[in-house]
C-alpha cells in the first residue's frame, strides 16, 4: 500500500529514542524527510545514524529540550531553514515520574505542564502557520492509554496527558477548513525505556500484561504503523480521534 509519504516533511519530537524514534524510522521507511530530536546528543545521534542508514528520505538532528521555550524556538528555526515548512507534526514527550497526588510538590505539576502541554502548544504554533498555507498538514500526538483509564501511580500524566487530548480535539475542529487532520495515538505498555524504568520503579508494572487481552507487551514498531497510517494519505477522513494502541487493555466502550 502506498502512503503518500514520499518526500513529505515530518517533525517527530523526543525521537532519540523509544516510541518516538520508532515512528521517525516507519516515517523514514516510507520515504518521506524526517526531523528528529531530543536532549541527549550521544543518542540523537545514534537514532539519526540509524534510521539515515534504513530511511529513504533526509534525515535532519535537532538536539535540545522541547520543554524549555528557548530551546523549542530554536528547534522550530532550525528545522524551517533546513526546509519550507513541514507537512506532518507529531507531538510527543517522555514521560512524567510516577508518584501519587500527595508525593508530589507544585514544581512537579508545572514541570509536566511545560513537558507535556506546553511543547505541544509551542510546536503547533510554530509550524502550523505553514500548514495553513499549503492547505494540507498532520498534527498527531502521542499520548497515552491513560487519558481514558487512568493508570494507578501516574497522576501527572494521566492529568497533563488529558490536556493534549483536549487541545488536539479542538485543533481538529478548528483546522479542518484547511485540510489538516488532528488526531491522537495512545500507546498502551510498549517495549521502551520508559516501560523499563516503570517496572523498575514499581515491578507490579510487569504484571500488566494479564490485564492485556493480547496478553503481552507492544512492540514499538506496531505503535509506530498506527501513527504512520494516521499521517498518510489514506488517512485524509479521519480527524479528531483518539486511536489506542493498547492490545486492547482499555476497557470502556467509547
Known amino acids: 500500500m502506498d502512503f503518500g509519504l514520499q518526500n513529505k516533511v515530518a517533525f517527530v519530537a523526543a525521537s532519540s529514542q523509544g516510541l518516538g524514534k520508532s515512528v521517525a524510522m516507519e516515517l523514514a521507511l516510507e520515504g518521506a524527510n524526517v526531523i528528529i530530536c531530543g536532549r541527549n546528543e550521544e543518542k540523537l545521534k545514534a537514532a539519526s545514524e540509524e ?3 534504513a530511511g529513504n528520505g533526509k534525515i535532519v538532528a535537532i538536539q535540545g529540550d522541547l520543554s524549555s521555550n ?3 524556538e530554536r528547534i522550530i528555526a532550525s528545522t524551517l531553514s533546513h526546509f519550507d515548512g513541514i507537512d506532518i507534526l507529531v507531538t510527543n514527550t517522555g514521560g512524567p515520574p510516577p508518584g501519587k497526588f500527595e508525593d508530589l510538590d507544585q ?3 508545572e514541570t509536566a505542564y511545560h513537558q507535556l502541554l506546553g511543547s505541544a502548544v509551542g510546536l503547533v504554533k510554530g509550524f502550523l502557520p505553514g500548514m495553513k498555507t499549503k492547505k494540507w498538514g498532520r498534527i498527531i500526538a502521542i499520548t497515552s492509554q491513560a487519558v481514558k483509564q487512568p493508570v494507578d501511580n501516574l497522576i501527572l500524566s494521566n492529568a497533563t496527558r488529558a490536556s493534549v487530548v483536549g487541545l488536539m480535539k479542538t485543533l481538529a475542529s478548528e483546522l ?3 485540510n489538516i487532520t488532528v488526531n491522537n495515538v495512545m500507546p498502551g ?3 521502551t525505556p520508559r516501560l523499563a524504568s516503570l517496572i523498575k520503579s514499581n515491578p507490579s508494572f510487569a504484571d500488566a500484561t494479564k490485564e492485556i487481552p493480547l496478553g503481552r507487551f507492544a512492540q514499538p ?3 509506530a504503523a498506527a501513527v ?6 489514506r488517512a485524509s477522513y479521519i480527524t479528531g480521534v483518539s486511536l489506542a494502541v493498547d492490545g486492547g487493555w482499555i476497557k470502556n466502550i467509547v
Open 51 to 53: 534510521i539515515d542508514q
Open 70 to 72: 528557548e530551546d523549542r
Open 107 to 109: 514544581a512537579s505539576w
Open 176 to 178: 479542518g477548513e484547511y
Open 189 to 191: 505498555y510498549t517495549e
Open 221 to 223: 514498531e506496531e505503535f
Open 228 to 233: 504512520t497510517f494516521l499521517a498518510s494519505q
